[in-house]
């Protein structure tokens, strides 16, 4: 069964750092996109960065250029998103995605065109 769990969420201050995880089981995705997304309180749900299987094409939301990461460690089969000078605009709930189906006003949770979705976390930036 497809499964994924995202940790590291919490309350961090403008111009902190975080790292978010997402703990990834039961398909291979060294052949799947994974991606990051968030939904912020009376906001649609947005793209925040993906990744490609080959891990050479990166895709950042104009947003969080320069200030966002997004990695995956084989060994612990985890994706990853590094978090850095978060403003309060980063504020949302953090969804971690395998094969999302990539679509403008898309809801930030499982559809049959996705092979995976997680069950979100939450990041609160605080001036």
């Known amino acids: 069964k497809v499964r994924l769990q995202e940790s590291g969420g919490g309350s961090v201050q403008v111009g902190g750092s975080l790292r978010l995880s997402c703990s990834l089981s039961g398909f291979d995705f060294e052949d799947s996109d994974l991606a990051w997304y968030r939904q912020a309180p009376g906001k649609e749900c947005e793209l925040v960065a993906s990744?490609?299987?080959?891990?050479?094409?990166?895709v950042y939301a104009d947003s969080v250029k320069g200030r966002f990461t997004i990695s995956r460690d084989e060994g612990v089969k985890t994706v990853f998103l590094q978090m850095n000078d978060v403003r309060p605009g980063d504020t949302a709930v953090y969804y971690c995605?395998?094969?999302?189906?990539?679509?403008?006003?898309?809801?930030?949770?499982?559809?049959?065109?996705?092979?995976?979705w997680g069950q979100g976390t939450l990041v609160t930036v605080s001036s």
């Open positions: 995605a395998a094969d999302p189906r990539y679509e403008a006003g898309r809801e930030c949770s499982y559809s049959v065109y996705d092979l995976g």
């Open positions: 990744m490609d299987p080959d891990a050479t094409k990166y």
